[in-house]
T-cell receptor
Framework: KNQVEQSPQSLIILEGKNCTLQ??????????LRWYKQDTGRGPVSLTI?????NTKSNGRYTATLDADTKQSSLHITASQLSDSASYIC??????????????FGAGTRLAVHP | GAGVSQSPRYKVTKRGQDVALRCDPI?????LYWYRQALGQGPEFLTY????????KSGLPNDRFSAERPEGSISTLTIQRTEQRDSAMYRC?????????????????FGEGSRLTVL
């Protein structure tokens, strides 16, 4: 079954600290992996998109890594800010029959950054 | 338009009523997705359009749910004979490119959602 599992479910860190969020998936065949940030009550906003040939991609203080062999990805946030408090959702795109990609969402990690 | 627009933003209805949720994607975007999101959960795929063609409707929970995109732009998600378990945030997203091929990394843009409450 094609699944995307994220850990931890929730995380609390102090402002200025770093943190790493994990995403494991079983989607096959794999097309790409995306990380989204979702503020409370808002729609998800894209942070990074990586294809199977990419190992790492950065967007400011956000760095995503991908290991397509072990089917794992991580999102590292450096020097966290209060505005980083949000849900972070891992989305894996799998190439399905008919030649189109289907997006499978993880349940997200809820990050709270405290002063 | 500048972004993905959804209406209504909030809808309260009585059990048994039909509701129609509208999504106006970014102009020129080929792909359009509908998702449903329960509180504290990630989005759950409902259906996907490539232009006006409904490529995948495997996520629609049952036959009370239907969606259309007749001219390849605006889409409507219709829920007939609503039930309390249908209460959720319904989100629409669009992408410039069709979601095909392993190298496609078309960015997905989400709307603000339609919050449906069935009493």
């Amino acid at each position: 079954k094609n699944q995307v599992e994220q850990s931890p479910q929730s995380l609390i860190i102090l402002e200025g600290k770093n943190c790493t969020l994990q995403c494991n998936y079983t989607v096959s065949p794999f097309s790409n992996l995306r990380w989204y940030k979702q503020d409370t009550g808002r729609g998800p906003v894209s942070l990074t998109i990586m294809t199977f040939s990419e190992n790492t991609k950065s967007n400011g203080r956000y760095t995503a890594t991908l290991d397509a062999d072990t089917k794992q990805s991580s999102l590292h946030i450096t020097a966290s800010q209060l505005s980083d408090s949000a849900s972070y959702i891992c989305v894996v795109s799998g190439l399905f029959s008919g030649g189109y990609n289907k997006l499978i969402f993880g349940a997200g990690t809820r990050l709270a950054v405290h002063p | 338009g500048a972004g993905v627009s959804q209406s209504p933003r909030y809808k309260v209805t009585k059990r048994g009523q039909d509701v129609a949720l509208r999504c106006d994607p970014i102009s020129g975007h080929v792909s359009l997705y509908w998702y449903r999101q329960a509180l504290g959960q990630g989005p759950e795929f409902l259906t996907y359009f490539n232009y006006e063609a409904q490529q995948d409707k495997s996520g629609l929970p049952n036959d009370r749910f239907s969606a259309e995109r007749p001219e390849g732009s605006i889409s409507t998600l219709t829920i007939q004979r609503t039930e309390q378990r249908d209460s959720a945030m319904y989100r629409c997203a669009s992408s410039l490119m069709a979601e095909t091929g392993r190298l496609n990394t078309g960015e997905l843009f989400f709307g603000e959602g339609s919050r449906l409450t069935v009493l």
